[in-house]
């Protein structure tokens, strides 16, 4: 017995041992990775099934204080960034086309106050009423 730990053989099932341990040690760190996202995706759209309705209704509202209230300014401009990150924060329910929508957004809101005209208003607003449609009917369901 003394001579198999010596020998050849017994570093060739040491080798295959180590391999094979290396191998299940990547294969489950992907696995582990895979899992992760998938539960930060659940409570992902756990969080906004909750929070949607709220959501829906602030954008509606500043809508209302941009077409009818003909109110724009820098809190305005402000709240509407804020909610709109929220949205870009949930990276796990956005298509390409949200994505889309959230820079073009943000492209007219980051002008300047003063430059902005009807026409960026209508786009905002045109942008607020995607978001309105597309998420504020029906529950997410993964």
Do not use: P, W
């Not at 094979?20 to 409570?43: D, P, Q």
């Not at 300014?73 to 956005?94: A, G, K, M, P, Y």
């Amino acid at each position: 017995m003394e001579d198999f730990f010596k020998g050849t053989a017994f570093t060739a099932i040491s080798g295959i041992a180590s391999m094979m341990g290396l191998i299940l040690s990547i294969i489950l760190i992907i696995i582990t990775a895979k899992v992760a996202k998938i539960i930060r995706s659940r409570e992902d759209i756990k969080h906004f099934n909750e929070n949607r309705i709220a959501y829906s209704q602030n954008l509606k509202a500043f809508q209302v204080l941009i077409t009818i209230d003909k109110i724009f300014d820098i809190q305005l401009v402000t709240n509407i960034s804020n909610s709109i990150n929220l949205f870009e924060n949930l990276t796990s329910i956005l298509t390409k086309k949200d994505k889309k929508n959230i820079n073009s957004i943000k492209k007219e809101l980051d002008k300047n106050i003063a430059d902005v005209d009807e026409t960026t208003k209508r786009n905002i607003c045109r942008g607020l009423s995607y978001f309105i449609g597309r998420y504020g009917k029906e529950e997410i369901i993964l």
